[in-house]
Each structure stands twice: as structure tokens, then as C-alpha cells.
């Protein structure tokens, strides 16, 4: 069965470095998106991105994040300059369409220390 | 903006019925999904309404009334498997629904 997969399954970094979230969607989902869910917290909106571009960006995602495409497979989120609070698990997933079901990664659980 | 309201907690018997409702206020609405997370583990999809009514896939069941800005999901014959997070989300955004919000998530409890 396809899946969505997530590099690493943890990470650890220091404050104020960069960190490249990996992600290899479903291969023939055209939707992909990024979510982040603190510990013990609900699962939070990011951003949504669809034909190489951000559809829709949650007030987290400022100007700290980006997301990428780089090539047919890879969905990546930067975070440019850590901070204690970005630590949380950060989710990606994708879909076919927006009004169907969306596959979520296993995720990666970012820890800024 | 976009909010959704549902129980914290519930807890119920293996072999019941459960009903976890969610209200949501939101612009621009284009349907409402229901997700289960494990302990540890990802969302996983369980149904998405877009149009009113019920739709039924096995033991779980999600209602949607636009008109009330409300649904709920409804699980029988209720597993101690069933023991997890359930979250309602909401699809909406200005841009085509591309923005999904999920409510704060309601912890079931089943027990034997």
C-alpha cells in the first residue's frame, strides 16, 4: 500500500539552527501539506501546496518556514532559525484531491534544545 | 478564521455506541473529516462529509448539517482498539480549501 514517508523520525538540534524536514508523498497526489502537533496538543495547520506553489499558509508559518518541491518526489519544510518552541512532531501528508482523504506521515519529532 | 469545538473526553463500554459531536465556525466551508491518532501515531482518515446527511463506512459514521455548522462521528460496537484521539476537521480557506483545521480532538476511553 502507498505511503507517505518522513525523514528523519527524529530529530535534535540546537537553537537557532536550520533544520530540512524530509518528505516523499504519495506518487500520484497532487496536494501536500505540512502540519505540526505539540505533545499532548491538536494537530496544527501549516501550509497547503499545490502545482509548486503555497496554496494556503497558517499564521504559524511565517516568515522562519519554507517549503519546497526540488524535485518530483521530495516535499521539504525549512525552518530557518530554531526555537525552543518550534519542538513539536511535524507532520506531512498529501491527497489527490482537497475533498479527499489525506495520507499522513509517520512524522518527525523535531526537539530544539 | 476557523474553530472547532469538541468533548475533551469521553468514555464508554466495549460493545456500545458512541457519539462525538463538533461544532465549527468557519468561512468559506467545503466539508468536514474525521481522523483517528494512536498514542504515538499519525492521523489516520475515517470519513469526510462535504454535503449534509450521513455517510457509513462500517462500524463508524460521521452526520454533517451545514445549516447548524455541525456533525458528529458515531462508532458501535465499540473495540477496546477504538481507544485513541478523534479529531473533526474542517476544509475551508479563501483560496479553494486548501486549508484543513482540526479541533483540539476528543480522547476516547473504552473499557472492558
Known amino acids: 500500500e502507498p505511503e507517505v514517508t518522513q525523514t528523519p523520525s527524529h530529530q535534535v538540534t540546537q537553537m537557532g539552527q536550520e533544520v530540512i524536514l524530509r518528505c516523499v508523498p504519495i506518487?500520484?497526489?497532487?496536494?501536500f501539506y505540512w502540519y505540526r502537533q505539540i505533545l499532548g496538543q491538536k494537530v496544527e495547520f501549516l501550509v497547503s501546496?499545490?502545482?509548486?506553489?503555497?496554496?494556503?499558509k497558517s499564521e504559524i508559518f511565517d516568515d522562519q518556514f519554507s517549503v519546497e518541491r526540488p524535485d518530483g518526489s521530495n516535499f521539504t519544510l525549512k525552518i530557518r532559525s530554531t526555537k525552543l518552541e518550534d519542538s513539536a512532531m511535524y507532520f506531512c501528508?498529501?491527497?489527490?484531491?482537497?475533498?479527499?482523504?489525506?495520507?499522513f506521515g509517520q512524522g518527525t519529532r523535531l526537539t530544539v534544545v | 478564521g476557523q474553530s472547532l469545538e469538541q468533548p475533551s473526553e469521553v468514555t464508554a463500554v466495549e460493545g456500545a455506541i458512541v457519539q462525538i459531536n463538533c461544532t465549527y465556525q468557519t468561512s468559506g466551508f467545503y466539508g468536514l473529516s474525521w481522523y483517528q491518532q494512536h498514542d504515538g501515531g499519525a492521523p489516520t482518515f475515517l470519513s469526510y462529509n462535504a454535503l449534509d446527511g450521513l455517510e457509513e463506512t462500517g462500524r463508524f459514521s460521521s452526520f454533517l448539517s451545514r445549516s447548524d455548522s455541525y456533525g458528529y462521528l458515531l462508532l458501535q460496537e465499540l473495540q477496546m482498539k477504538d481507544s485513541a484521539s478523534y479529531f473533526c476537521?474542517?476544509?475551508?480557506?479563501?483560496?479553494?480549501?486548501?486549508?484543513?483545521?482540526f479541533g483540539a480532538g476528543t480522547r476516547l476511553f473504552v473499557k472492558a
Open positions: 476537521a474542517v476544509r475551508g480557506g479563501n483560496t479553494g480549501g486548501f486549508k484543513t483545521i
Open positions: 501546496f499545490y502545482n509548486n506553489e503555497i496554496s494556503e
Open positions: 501528508a498529501s491527497s489527490e484531491g482537497t475533498g479527499v482523504e489525506a495520507f
Open positions: 506518487s500520484n497526489h497532487l496536494y
